[in-house]
């Protein structure tokens, strides 16, 4: 979300802004950490995202777009822009009125800054209103035209042919788990296939589950996103999304258990019926990304 002084500075092709007021100020510590310095891997996934272009009090629609370059001097940033055409702009006020969903300050419509907000930004404009299910696969598959998913007919068999290239990443709403599955997906030199950023083409969720997962591994990544517990008792504990726990179970019956990976980040109840499978710590070390890579290469990834 990228907050300016007034509507004209959004006329040109980019925009100034000092560096203190970038990735820092209303955007959580995580996030801060790990895009405040702006390094090269920072901009990469910065400029993949979705962004908001507001003025402050949201005297006129806010526009969404994408970043195109990030300039970094000892006390200034400078950014290049473009809105995406796809999209139609959003009226004044939306964002007083998604103030919960993504998570906006209190006087954060009153400050000129660049905050990184950790919310799935299509999910949440689909829900108010603001854009419709088809809008959004509209603007992603002109943005990132449909991938060639591998074909594998029967998964628990050795890999003939070409060794697979795409890995399934179901997710939930841990946005920096997600980009460093992903990231290390990349720099394997594999495609890392993530549902929410494929086109729909008319699809329906189910269908859309079942056309990309046409693939040779999947990665399950189980976060602290929400909380349960039993009726009855007193203590909560944090659990998966529920859309995360469905896909496990259901790439486990298409790929086999020897072709999922389910990776645990923090303190997180595992379901009691997917009995017989690994959980990899999603550790600060990194050191489930050397597991990873052995459960790949045994699934037949030239990594």
């Given at each position: 979300?990228?907050?300016?002084?007034?509507?004209?500075?959004?006329?040109?092709?980019?925009?100034?802004?000092?560096?203190?007021?970038?990735?820092?100020?209303?955007?959580?510590?995580?996030?801060s950490?790990?895009?405040?310095?702006?390094?090269?891997?920072?901009?990469?996934?910065?400029?993949?995202?979705?962004?908001?272009?507001?003025?402050?009090?949201?005297?006129?629609?806010?526009?969404?777009?994408y970043?195109?370059?990030?300039?970094?001097?000892?006390?200034?940033?400078?950014?290049?822009?473009?809105?995406?055409?796809?999209?139609?702009?959003?009226?004044?006020?939306?964002?007083?009125?998604?103030?919960?969903?993504?998570?906006?300050?209190?006087?954060?419509?009153?400050?000129?800054?660049?905050?990184?907000?950790?919310?799935?930004?299509?999910?949440?404009?689909?829900?108010?209103?603001?854009?419709t299910?088809?809008?959004?696969?509209?603007?992603?598959?002109?943005?990132?035209?449909?991938?060639?998913?591998?074909?594998?007919?029967?998964?628990?068999?050795?890999?003939?042919?070409?060794?697979?290239?795409?890995?399934?990443?179901?997710?939930?709403?841990d946005?920096?788990?997600?980009?460093?599955?992903?990231?290390?997906?990349?720099?394997?030199?594999?495609?890392?296939?993530?549902?929410?950023?494929?086109?729909?083409?008319?699809?329906?969720?189910?269908?859309?589950?079942?056309?990309?997962?046409?693939?040779?591994?999947?990665?399950?990544?189980?976060?602290?996103?929400?909380?349960?517990?039993?009726?009855?008792?007193?203590?909560?504990?944090?659990?998966?999304?529920?859309?995360?726990?469905?896909?496990?179970?259901?790439?486990?019956?298409?790929?086999?258990?020897?072709?999922?990976?389910?990776?645990v980040?923090?303190?997180?109840?595992?379901?009691?019926?997917?009995?017989?499978?690994?959980?990899?710590?999603?550790?600060?070390?990194?050191?489930?990304?050397?597991?990873?890579?052995?459960?790949?290469?045994?699934?037949?990834y030239?990594?």
């Amino acid at each position: 979300m990228l907050i300016a002084y007034t509507d004209s500075e959004w006329d040109g092709l980019d925009w100034d802004i000092e560096r203190s007021r970038v990735a820092i100020e209303y955007t959580a510590d995580a996030v801060s950490e790990r895009y405040r310095d702006l390094d090269e891997a920072a901009v990469t996934e910065l400029k993949s995202f979705p962004c908001l272009f507001a003025v402050e009090h949201e005297v006129v629609p806010t526009r969404i777009g994408y970043l195109t370059d990030v300039a970094v001097s000892d006390d200034r940033v400078t950014i290049g822009f473009e809105f995406d055409a796809n999209l139609p702009p959003l009226p004044s006020g939306a964002l007083e009125n998604m103030r919960s969903e993504i998570e906006l300050g209190k006087l954060e419509l009153y400050r000129t800054h660049w905050a990184v907000k950790d919310q799935p930004l299509w999910e949440i404009l689909i829900s108010k209103g603001y854009l419709t299910a088809e809008q959004v696969n509209a603007a992603l598959n002109a943005r990132s035209p449909t991938p060639t998913t591998t074909s594998v007919e029967d998964p628990n068999q050795p890999e003939t042919g070409a060794p697979p290239r795409e890995v399934f990443i179901v997710h939930g709403q841990d946005e920096i788990a997600k980009l460093d599955a992903a990231n290390f997906i990349q720099s394997l030199g594999l495609v890392p296939i993530i549902l929410h950023q494929q086109a729909s083409l008319g699809m329906t969720i189910i269908e859309k589950i079942e056309h990309y997962t046409n693939v040779g591994y999947g990665i399950v990544l189980y976060t602290e996103c929400d909380e349960g517990r039993r009726r009855g008792e007193l203590n909560s504990r944090y659990r998966a999304r529920q859309n995360v726990v469905f896909e496990h179970g259901y790439l486990i019956a298409r790929l086999g258990r020897k072709r999922v990976a389910a990776m645990v980040k923090g303190h997180v109840e595992t379901p009691n019926d997917i009995s017989g499978v690994v959980y990899v710590s999603m550790d600060d070390s990194g050191s489930w990304k050397d597991t990873i890579r052995l459960e790949l290469k045994q699934a037949g990834y030239a990594v």
